[in-house]
């Protein structure tokens, strides 16, 4: 069996790729022989990988897709229209609930708008946080803030859109944990960012697409709100470096080591269940 393993390397991992020698041969590249190709019965994806129609029709063996998230939006197809089996970590709570370097990153973002972006530094302590999304990314960022003493406000799709607009008045930090899909695109744009406090920060370790940018670099420029936090963006081309109340970071809130060797190991035990089981 041969492996294609075609997700980013996490930094300093040298078994990034030798995890994977359980199943067989790993290549890094699509650039196999025919041969090789005919083989291949595992591809490795994450969402720093764009997958494609033209991508599977490469690999006429695959029987898996493993990707060590719980959304595949980055898969640019429907997997239900295809033979293979996507291996994912989506519904797999118990597991999940160990795997906290998101919410984690989310409080760095939440200190470096208080003590950097502020022109008067404060604590978090007091301070209001309406968190949009209340999945486990959300409630593990409830779980922290309220062990520091913030006041926590949550809005899912269960709550209505006034729901949503009173977070956004009167939160002093929103911190944006949505699932990217049709819905949520653009779902955080000029009426919701125009009814933010002056000196409220907007922090998103999501996806880039959920918020409108142009409506937000316009806030940002005006000094409409106090400033904001990105780990991810739809368009860099929106999006000004140089604007002084702006924090960029490179989607990096999950890439934490010891993170990823677990999710890595978990997915491919899952694997290993399938094959043993067929």
């Known amino acids: 069996m041969i492996v294609l393993n075609l997700a980013k390397p996490t930094k300093n991992d040298?078994?990034?790729?030798?995890?994977?020698?359980?199943?067989?041969?790993?290549y890094k590249t699509l650039d196999l022989s025919k041969n090789d190709i005919e083989q291949t019965e595992i591809l490795v994806v994450d969402q720093y990988t764009n997958v494609d129609l033209q991508h599977i029709k490469l690999l006429p063996n695959l029987k898996f897709i493993a990707s060590a998230t719980t959304g595949h939006t980055h898969l640019k197809f429907n997997p239900k229209d295809h033979p293979f089996k996507l291996v994912t970590l989506r519904g797999d709570t118990n597991f999940l609930d160990k795997i906290t370097s998101v919410a984690e990153f989310?409080?760095?973002?939440?200190?470096?708008?208080?003590?950097?972006?502020?022109?008067?530094?404060?604590k978090l302590s007091g301070k209001r946080i309406g968190i949009v999304g209340y999945g486990r990314i959300g409630e593990q960022v409830g779980a922290i803030c309220e062990s520091m003493r913030m006041k926590v406000a949550t809005y899912d799709k269960r709550n209505s859109l006034y729901d949503l607009m009173n977070i956004f008045s009167e939160s002093d930090f929103i911190s944006i944990h949505l699932e990217e899909n049709d819905e949520t695109k653009n779902m955080i744009g000029w009426s919701l960012i125009k009814t933010m406090k002056k000196n409220a920060?907007?922090?998103?370790?999501?996806?880039g697409s959920i918020i409108n940018e142009v409506a937000l670099m316009d806030a940002l420029a005006k000094g409409r709100i106090g400033g904001a936090a990105l780990d991810v963006v739809e368009r860099k081309t929106f999006i000004n470096d140089h604007v002084?109340?702006?924090?960029?970071?490179?989607?990096?809130?999950?890439r934490c080591l010891e993170d990823r060797i677990e999710t890595d190991k978990y997915i491919i035990q899952k694997i290993g269940l399938f094959t043993s089981c067929g």
């Not at 920060?201 to 996806?207: E, F, S, V």
């Not at 002084?244 to 999950?254: C, D, W």
Request: charged share 15%; net charge positive.
């Open 14 to 26: 040298p078994n990034f790729y030798k995890r994977w020698e359980v199943f067989g041969k790993v």
């Open 106 to 122: 989310t409080l760095l973002l939440m200190l470096r708008c208080a003590r950097e972006l502020s022109p008067n530094p404060f």
């Open 201 to 207: 920060y907007l922090i998103n370790t999501a996806r």
């Open 244 to 254: 002084p109340n702006l924090i960029l970071t490179n989607h990096v809130a999950g």
